[in-house]
């Protein structure tokens, strides 16, 4: 994602928080032109509420917005008819475009680094700390009708096995098993868990055979992941002081990830992108904690790819429908396979 729509999405989402549900705040938005209906204009964001529109227009420089820009607001303001235009840009604004925004009616916001001094003032930093199932000693066992196991070929059962997305599904199943048991609990830090399922994978077939049911085993253990928090930022107006300011956004060491706060009403946005994922470990879960209470407003998760279990070798049996019934993991023939 670009720098310039990762940060319009950041400022949708803080007025997503700050106008409340009974507002509809887009991102980027189209809108008729009144001049010429059939070219809609592009709008970084949109919020409408009871009929009256405003336009949010961002811009990510290093270098403080000048008069030009102001201008063409103004201009575009008029041109589509709306009801007010909201100017944010990263890095502030210059004394004159200050003075352009404010003759006509440009709203200006910005967004200021907080010092550690205001960060201990204000007091309600956020923890955030990932949650990881880290399996081993995997065991496949795959249970086939008697007439089937002539018919399975080795090297075609390991490379379908390999590119079979429903092993995803197994993973899945014995995380469910093992949330039943509390991880969390301080007692349980560390502490190695076996599991053992069985399930039936719909349409499973190997090597152009059924297979009857499938069995998963294992160990695992729950690993924890905090993540750190380098900066404090307010949203408001350049010449209102940090504290009195319309939010405060906390951005974090992993992708766009950030918490945007509205006194004790915050919006959530975890992205695992680019989180480095272990083989064999399984991104669970994420808790927030805070010395103050929090009211969640919304919660979005970006980057669902990394939910998936990075492979590695496993070991399968293979077994016959007539020998156990009860346990695919009962079998006759062992291969090892990297999935």
Known sequence: MKASEAFEQQIHRIHELLDGSDADVTWND???????????????ITIRRDGKLTIVECRIHKARQQVKWIEELIGRRQS?????TIAVSSSGFTKGALAKAKRYGILVRDLRELTDQEIESWGRLVELTLYFYQYSDLEIGLLFNAHSIPKLDDSLLKAEMK??????????????????????????????VKFNIQCRLEDFRLCGEDVVEVGFRGSARLLSKKIMSPAVFTYGVPSTSAMQRDAVIERFELGETSIIHDAARVSILLDVSRLEIPRFCQFRFARVSSPEQMDIQSFALQGVDKLWVPGG???????????SHNSALQGTRDEAART
């Open 163 to 192: 590119s079979y997305p429903g092993i995803q599904s197994l993973f899945n199943a014995a995380a469910q098993e093992l949330g039943t048991i509390n991880l969390l609990d301080p007692k349980q830090s560390n502490v190695v």
């Open 80 to 84: 589509l008819a709306a009801d007010a």
């Open 313 to 323: 070798r496993m070991k399968i049996r293979i077994a016959m429908a007539s020998e």
């Open 30 to 44: 189209r809108i008729p032109d009144p001049d010429n209906l059939a070219q809609p204009r592009q709008i970084d």
